[in-house]
């Protein structure tokens, strides 16, 4: 009936369909409304959730937080709001020490979502385990031609004396000697496996020269693949 009646128990059907807002249901559970939907309730306090169909989108909402964490657009277009993501640029900066394993700290951040960038120490840690894709674009200028330069991407808590041999923890990019004072840049991109907690640390440097710059046209960052 339309007033609705309270039950304790099972309700079990041994054949047939469930229709809500239809009578004639075309699946074994029909919900039919404008903007139907089904809401998750966990009794131990975790977040809620609802998946709903309005507007065109199939959308999982986190009601507890107000949130959507995963939409499916009319034409197939599926986007997550809430993954971990990030892209940050430096000012122009010296770098001292004859070091190619140097911090590259890109204090400017362009964008940022889950909070796992730090621009004061130039580093980022996974909220989450799974496959991250991350990149290091760097110009270096006032570069000696004698000198060799070179970009790192390295996850560990504490860098090593030679992270370019860190296999499987590592993604680098060299250029040797002879090259240009100026204008000089090292891409480094791939893909990390990554638990919970990894920090991932954005290096480079030249080999021998006391002072390059790491100009403001670098950048660096990174997103959750899954």
């Known amino acids: 009936n339309t007033a609705g009646d309270t039950m304790t128990g099972n309700l079990l059907l041994s054949s047939g369909s469930v229709g809500v807002g ?17 809401k998750l309730v966990d009794n131990n306090n975790d977040s809620d959730y609802e998946i709903k169909n309005g507007n065109g989108d199939l959308r999982v909402i ?17 986007t997550t709001a809430s993954q971990p993501k990030f892209m940050a640029r430096p000012g ?20 940022e979502t889950g909070g796992g960038y730090n621009s004061s120490t130039g580093q980022f840690t996974c909220p989450t385990a799974g496959a991250y894709f ?9 570069v000696s031609s004698s000198t060799y330069v070179r ?12 992270p370019w041999n860190a296999h499987g923890d590592v993604l680098q990019s060299i250029n040797g000697d002879n090259h240009s004072t100026n204008y000089h840049t090292v891409s480094v991109s791939g ?13 480079g440097g030249g080999h021998n020269d006391s002072s390059i710059t790491m100009h403001s046209e670098s950048n ?3 997103f959750l693949l899954g």
Do not use: W
């Open 22 to 38: 239809t009578t004639s249901p075309s699946a074994l559970m029909h919900l039919e409304s404008d903007g139907p939907s089904i």
């Open 191 to 203: 893909i990390l496996d990554c638990a919970a907690n990894d920090v991932i640390h954005f290096l």
């Open 220 to 222: 660096c960052g990174g």
């Open 151 to 162: 970009g790192m991407i390295y996850r560990g808590s504490s860098i090593p004396s030679s």
């Open 92 to 111: 122009n900066t010296t770098l001292t020490g004859n070091s190619a394993k140097q911090s590259l700290i890109m204090t400017s951040v362009i964008y």
């Open 134 to 142: 991350f990149f290091l674009n760097v110009r270096f200028d006032s």
């Open 62 to 78: 986190d009601t507890t937080n107000s949130a959507d964490r995963l939409k499916i657009n009319s034409t197939g277009h599926l």
